[in-house]
T-cell receptor, first 114, second 111 residues
């Protein structure tokens, strides 16, 4: 059974810092991995999706890496801003079968202090 | 131009009632999902469905049932509501195994 763990559970940093969020998964046989952002009381916004054959994806100040063999992914946020404050969720998909759901970690709650 | 929408956004009801939550996606996706986020903010899959197959998480009580009138809709029906059903329910959709898009969530409170 796939389990996804995110460390740390909460993180507080001053504005402008670069930071790394960690995600690990127990079964390396994944099809893809997706990083989401969730603001309080809101839905999930997809940030990046990495296919199992890829090693990283970049979008603006965000960079996500994937080491499938070791069961790890990291989300790097450069030059953090107060608007980055949210909960960041990592989720993996087991196969490319059409309706395979995502298995989520419990998230990292990020606070960026101005 | 909302991608995935859910109604209602908030639902407060009493134990024992039957309720439904609606979900619609206008992305032309072929697969839809229901997730439950509990009080500890942990997201778990309840159902995943495309026009060929419904997959049910075995931990979901049979009081919960998804109904899909067409490819763009996957509604969630809940019978005999219990206190423990209080949570935020998220609908999502994807085209096959590609990126999943989530709705804004429905906060269900059972009193």
């Amino acid at each position: 059974k796939q389990e996804v763990t995110q460390i740390p559970a909460a993180l507080s940093v001053p504005e402008g810092e670069n930071l790394v969020l960690n995600c690990s998964f127990t079964d390396s046989a994944i099809y893809n991995l997706q990083w989401f952002r969730q603001d309080p009381g809101k839905g999930l916004t997809s940030l990046l999706l990495i296919q199992s054959s890829q090693r990283e994806q970049t979008s603006g100040r965000l960079n996500a890496s994937l080491d499938k063999s070791s069961g790890r992914s990291t989300l790097y946020i450069a030059a953090s801003q107060p608007g980055d404050s949210a909960t960041y969720l990592c989720a993996v998909r087991r196969s490319n079968s059409g309706n395979t759901p995502l298995v989520f970690g419990k998230g990292t709650r990020l606070s960026v202090i101005a | 131009d909302t991608a995935v929408s859910q109604t209602p956004k908030y639902l407060v009801t009493q134990m024992g009632n039957d309720k439904s939550i609606k979900c619609e996606q206008n992305l032309g996706h072929d697969t839809m999902y229901w997730y439950k986020q509990d009080s500890k903010k942990f997201l778990k899959i309840m159902f995943s469905y495309n026009n060929k197959e419904l997959i049910i998480n075995e931990t979901v009580p049979n009081r919960f049932s998804p109904k899909s009138p067409d490819k763009a809709h996957l509604n969630l029906h809940i019978n005999s509501l219990e206190l423990g059903d209080s949570a935020v329910y998220f609908c999502a959709s994807s085209q096959a195994s590609l990126k999943q898009y989530f709705g804004p969530g429905t906060r269900l409170t059972v009193t």
